[in-house]
């Protein structure tokens, strides 16, 4: 059985929720990389790197995994995730 996710990041020394992650992936890739896909930013070597240390680096979790936050981010689109809105 695979971990949940709130357990891989609380191993990785983060110690927020799920929601921040997500909001947090979300906004560093519309920030970073707002005219890519998700998938050439995964697949590229430095802008992976880029995008990943700075998730590491806003989350304060620098153990967390290079996979798990690209994965992470795949995920949002493909799960239909969207940040929740004020007033909303």
């Given at each position: 059985m695979r971990p949940r996710h709130a357990d891989v990041l609380k191993e990785s020394g983060y110690a927020g929720d799920l929601e921040t992650f997500r909001e947090t992936l979300?906004?560093?890739k519309a920030e970073l990389y707002p005219d890519i896909t998700d998938e050439i930013?995964?697949?590229g070597k430095e802008t992976s790197a880029t995008y990943c240390a700075t998730v590491?680096?806003?989350l304060n979790a620098p153990r967390l995994?290079?996979?798990f936050i690209l994965k992470?981010?795949?995920s949002l689109r493909k799960h239909?995730?969207?940040p929740?809105?004020?007033g909303s």
């Open positions: 979300a906004a560093v930013l995964a697949f590491r680096k806003r995994g290079r996979v992470g981010l795949i239909g995730w969207r929740q809105t004020v």
